[in-house]
Each structure stands twice: as structure tokens, then as C-alpha cells.
């Protein structure tokens, strides 16, 4: 099967890249070369009728070289002012990168409270629904800014399988280059 053969059925798919495949692996800055082929791959999915969702890692790791900060912040204040910087760059990053294929990018931050609470689980499913009504493509991150350490998803691997079932996605891809095990 090929894969054009195994997409050809599915409706609604949310792709997981996360950090360190969005940097070079030498410097830390965000590898935009790399970037690109992902946003190009996705739109390509949303040309051919598809509701794409990314779910995006890289605020810390990006706000962390930003500012300049040589070795990854141990404490929570010091990961929260990288990723505040971070995600801004990043956003900014797929926002442009996006509408040079004439897509429009949007932005959803999410805590554990928006999928534990009833009405923001509510307001986020409907949120992502006019989204993709209105063929935006929605970039997802944790709110790494306000997250506590008890009330974060604990990576963006488990944010990208809530924010899937949330969706009703027809398809989850995990990008990654850690090992790991592959199934089809």
C-alpha cells in the first residue's frame, strides 16, 4: 500500500512533531528547512480536503537558544520565561511558514484543566470544530507558561492522543527521531 493509498480515507488527522526534531541537533536553533517540508506535508494533506491539527513542541527548547541560555533550565520560573519566548518565535515560525501555502495557522494553548474541566473540555472540542469549519489549521502546545508541574500532560505525546480523541481524529503520526516501536 501506498501512502497516498492510506490517507485517502481519513477525514481528520492530528500530527505530533516533537522538540528535538525541530532543531539542528549541533546548535539548537530551530531547523528551518525541516519545519518547512512538515508544513508543506500538511498542507498538501488539507489541499486534498483533509482537517489537519499539529501538535507542536519546541517553546522551551526555542526560547532556551533565543535568550541564550546554554544548558536546559532546571527550575519552573526560568522554563516558563523560555517558553513564553519560545512559543511566540515558534507561532510566529508556522504562522508565516503556513500562509506561504496559502493556509492560516491558529494557536491553541492548552492546561490539564481544559480537558479536566466539563465546559473548557467543551469549549476547546468546539473551538477545534470552527477551526477546521473555517479551514484553519490549529497549532497545538501545553501552555507551558502557566502549567504547574501537577497539572501538565507531562509531554506532548500524551497531549497529542487527548487532543486526537477530543477531535474525533481518523489518524495520529508522532514525529520523533527517538527510537522507539514502529507498528503500521
Known amino acids: 500500500m501506498n501512502v497516498n493509498d492510506y490517507f485517502k480515507y481519513k477525514k481528520r488527522v492530528v500530527v505530533k512533531?516533537?522538540?528535538?526534531?525541530?532543531?539542528?541537533?549541533?546548535?539548537?536553533?530551530?531547523n528551518l528547512m525541516k519545519i518547512e517540508k512538515l508544513v508543506r506535508e500538511l498542507c498538501d494533506l488539507r489541499n486534498q480536503g483533509m482537517d489537519v491539527c499539529l501538535v507542536s513542541s519546541g517553546a522551551i527548547a526555542v526560547g532556551r537558544q533565543a535568550i541564550g541560555l546554554q544548558s536546559r533550565p532546571q527550575d519552573i520560573s526560568t522554563k516558563q520565561a523560555c517558553a513564553a519566548v519560545g512559543q511566540a518565535r515558534l507561532m510566529m515560525t508556522y504562522q508565516r511558514m503556513f500562509a506561504e501555502y496559502n493556509q492560516t495557522a491558529g494557536q491553541i494553548l492548552m492546561t490539564k484543566d481544559t480537558i479536566l474541566e466539563d465546559e473548557s473540555r467543551q469549549n476547546a472540542h468546539n473551538t477545534f470544530e470552527e477551526m477546521f469549519r473555517l479551514g484553519i489549521i490549529p497549532v497545538v502546545n501545553e501552555n507551558d507558561t502557566v502549567s504547574t508541574y501537577e497539572m501538565h500532560f507531562g509531554d506532548n505525546d500524551t497531549l497529542s492522543a487527548i487532543v486526537?480523541?477530543?477531535?474525533?481524529?481518523?489518524?495520529?503520526?508522532?514525529?520523533s527521531d527517538i527510537d522507539g516501536l514502529y507498528t503500521d
Open 17 to 30: 512533531i516533537g522538540s528535538s526534531s525541530l532543531q539542528h541537533p549541533q546548535t539548537g536553533s530551530m
Open 164 to 175: 486526537s480523541s477530543l477531535v474525533g481524529a481518523d489518524l495520529l503520526i508522532l514525529l
